[in-house]
């Protein structure tokens, strides 16, 4: 899982802007709301993207992430290119790092249907935390702006908002469409009581989850012998 987070880090040092580079680092590397004694249950390396819908494994999360910083880079520059629209690459890549990151306090292991769910006892959603975190390290105006359109809950009022917007429901998208596939071939062997989400948890953790939908288009036969080798763990 370190091998993404590496990639993640990665990005965020080709911030040029001091302030926006300084604390989108701070965060990735220090992931701690500091405005309350709750602590999490599963780890930023360890969580899902969603308990049940897309990234659903464990390191999901990281996965997500990248995809997001991945998308919006390349969105960006197609809208500039089509239509002459320009953004603020440093807004566009902290905003991608950031959107979901608080996303693991939300969630516990889920010991009988396996996989993750949500906690009871947690009150706040990744979209406010990242604002509230954002707010109290002092991180400038321009980006928590930005941050704050990420989740379309308001009207845009910044390219930079929309583009990671677009970015963000294109992985997610393309994450619950490959999962929905590899869960319909792992079928097999949930009737066997190796429960799927559990394998690809397992499978995300022995070879990284970027490996999870590797055969997400291959034959059922192929997809239960890989994801076999799991239903031990
Ligand atoms: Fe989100
Ligand atoms: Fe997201």
Redesign the pocket.
Known sequence: MGGILDKLIGYAETISDESIRKVTLEILTQPTLSFTDAKPIVGFLDSPAAPRKHHSFTGGLLLHTLGVVEASVRIREYIEMVYGLKADRDLVVAAALL??LF?FYQYRPDEIEGGYKPREDWYLS??YSIIGELARRGAPEKLIRVVAEV?GLQPFTTIEGLIVHLA?SLDARLGDILQQMLQGKLRALDKEGCNPYKVMSEKARSDGPEKVFERAFSPVDVVVSEFKKYCGG
């Open positions: 959107h979901d996303k990744h979209d989740h963000d």
